[in-house]
């Protein structure tokens, strides 16, 4: 079957599932599911120690979604054991593992260094490849060559942040890097042949629904394998949440009913070979400034969009375009 339509119970993506989804692409190509072992290597920001910026993003505050095994003073062979044992205790399918450079920006250093990190990650018996989260500036033809060396023998994914597709919002949140930056990093990485994944927040400030929803088109031209959507979460003692308590009007902060129907609109319009690995983000609760949707799991709120995608008869890519 091709393009956004559905033949049988089979969408073009050679599942049943009604969206491109992350466990079912990595099981079709590798042959297995892979956990993710989140790591803090003991990198810095650019936008945080003065290089490009200082006091970092708006909304940044690392702790609320580092794992407490993640601590850069244990090594990163520590990090995986320990992450290991951790996953082992609830997802006993995975048997490999993706080492997963989570926190701040995890090429921003000299080349030899990076190399060092993700190798010690990658001898690791049970690590199978790594995941790079990462700023679009933070890369150059000497990172991207390391990577594209080490993709050769091992699983690499490069995660950008890139969080919204319009200069007036990157720049209100201070992130100092422009979109057409991101693009220029997803294509030089895309080029290499290294899988490319990104990261975009719904409800920043000053953007209209509609801004957001047009971000599918956008989204959906870009070099990009996987994608991670999460709704905008105001976290506790950020510049952000300082501003939105003076001024929450200029924020679209989703309900939770309003934001699934937001994101079964917006994946009707993605492009469907965009594997999807995430709808929301989720930062522990006492980390939440604004506590909006209770306490639904991960697995519970895929479940309710999928079982919304059902109800509407609807899927990924139903009402996507491709551009001429
Ligand atoms: S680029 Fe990432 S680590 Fe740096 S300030 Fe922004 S959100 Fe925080």
Redesign the pocket.
Known sequence: MKGSGKISSVYSWGTGRRYNAFPDYFLGKFGERMQKLSIDAGFT?P??DGTKGKG??TY?N?KAFNPSYCLPEKSITRQIEEGIEFHRKRYRKARSYLAYFQA??NTYGPPDELALKYNEALEHTDVRGIVIGT?PDCVNDQILDLLQEISRKNIVIIEY?IESCYDKTLNRIN?GHTFREAVEALEATSRRGIDTGAHFIFGLPGETPEEMMNEAEIISTLPLKSVKFHQLQIIKGTRMEIEYLNNPSDFCIFSWEEYLSFIIRFIERLNPEIVVERFTGEAPPGFLSVQRWGLKRTDQIIGLIEDKLEELDTWQGKHYKKRK
């Open positions: 920001c936008n945080r970092g993003c940044c690392n701040y920006s700023r942040g992130r």
